[in-house]
C-alpha cells in the first residue's frame, strides 16, 4: 500500500482547493449570462431551484461530511452569486425571544445579504408589502396567533410563501431550535415534493372534520391549521400536502362548488430534507 508523507498529503489538498476556487469562478462567470438572460427580473431568488440543487446534492452525497455543512455551504454561496445579479433586503422576525430566525434566515440568505430586525410578524408582511423588504422571515402559521399575519396574504398583490427554512439541517442558533417561512413576491414553482397554504372564506363556521373532508373530495389533501372570524366571514387557513398553483382548477372548484364564497393561494415551498445529526436521517 503506498504510504504518503503529511507534506504530500498538504500539497494534494492545495490542489483540490485551487481546484475547487477556479471552479467557484467558473460558476461565476456562467451566472452573469444566467443574470443577462433573466433581463432584468427584480428579485433574483428561486427557492424551487434552490431546493432541487440540494436534493441532487443529497442523493449523490456520502462520506463522513454532514450534509447540514455542505447545504450551509451552497447556501453562502447560492447567496454570494445571486447578489451579484441583483441587491435585495430582508426582513426578519427576531424580537428578543426569536434570534433563532434571524440565525435561520442568515444560513439561507448568506452573510452578505442585508437584513432588519422587525418587532412583530405583521411588521414583516408590511415591509415586503410596502416595498421596503422583497424577503420576510417569520414563523410558520400558527393557530394561537391574536392578529394572524397569514391573512395579510389573502388579498390581491400581497406576497406569498416559497420556502421553509431550515431546508437540509440547521447550524449553530441561538435560542430554542424553531423552523420559519419566507414571503416574497415570486410566482410560485413545484418541485415534485411540496406543501401549499390554502386560504379560503366560507359564508357559515363550518367543523374542522368537515372542511378537511371537502377538500379532500375535490383533490386537497390536507389539514386545517387556524379558522377565525372576519368581515361577516369565516376564514380558515389550510395546509394541502401537495403543490397548489395560484389558478389550480381544485381551488376554483372549492368557489364553483358552493364549498368556500373565496378562495387564495397563499404559499407553496420545496419539503426540506429530513437531517438528524447532520446526515439525512
Do not use: C
Amino acid at each position: 500500500m503506498t504510504t504518503h508523507s503529511l507534506d504530500d498529503l498538504r500539497r494534494e489538498i492545495d490542489e483540490i482547493d485551487d481546484a475547487i476556487h477556479d471552479l467557484i469562478k467558473r460558476r461565476a462567470d456562467i451566472v452573469k449570462h444566467v443574470a443577462g438572460a433573466k433581463k432584468g427580473s427584480a428579485l433574483p431568488i428561486r427557492p424551487a431551484r434552490e431546493a432541487s440543487m440540494l436534493r441532487r446534492l443529497h442523493g449523490r452525497h456520502g462520506g463522513s461530511f454532514p450534509l447540514s455543512a455542505l447545504a450551509r455551504m451552497w447556501h453562502e454561496m447560492i447567496a454570494a452569486f445571486t447578489m451579484t445579479q441583483a441587491t435585495y433586503r430582508i426582513a426578519v422576525f427576531a424580537d428578543p425571544d426569536h434570534h433563532t430566525l434571524w440565525d435561520l434566515a442568515r444560513d439561507q440568505f448568506g452573510s452578505q445579504t442585508p437584513m432588519s430586525a422587525m418587532e412583530t410578524r405583521r411588521e414583516v408582511v408590511q415591509q415586503v408589502l410596502s416595498g421596503n423588504a422583497d424577503v420576510g422571515v417569520l414563523p410558520p402559521p400558527e393557530e394561537s396567533e391574536d392578529k394572524p399575519w397569514w391573512t395579510q396574504l389573502a388579498v390581491a398583490g400581497a406576497p406569498v410563501i416559497v420556502q421553509r427554512m431550515p431546508f437540509a439541517g440547521v447550524g449553530n442558533v441561538r435560542g430554542v431550535p424553531a423552523e420559519a417561512v419566507a414571503v416574497a413576491n415570486l410566482d410560485l414553482e413545484p418541485t415534485g415534493k411540496d406543501i401549499s397554504y390554502l386560504v379560503f372564506a366560507t359564508a357559515e363556521p363550518l367543523s374542522r372534520g368537515t372542511l378537511v373532508g371537502k377538500l379532500e373530495a375535490i383533490g386537497l389533501k390536507g389539514v386545517l391549521l387556524a379558522s377565525l372570524e372576519q368581515n361577516g366571514e369565516w376564514l380558515h387557513l389550510a395546509q394541502i400536502d401537495d403543490f397548489v398553483g395560484t389558478a389550480d382548477d381544485r381551488v376554483m372548484k372549492l368557489v364553483d362548488s358552493g364549498i368556500a364564497v373565496s378562495a387564495k393561494v397563499i404559499g407553496a415551498y420545496a419539503q426540506p430534507i429530513a437531517v438528524k445529526g447532520g446526515q439525512p436521517a
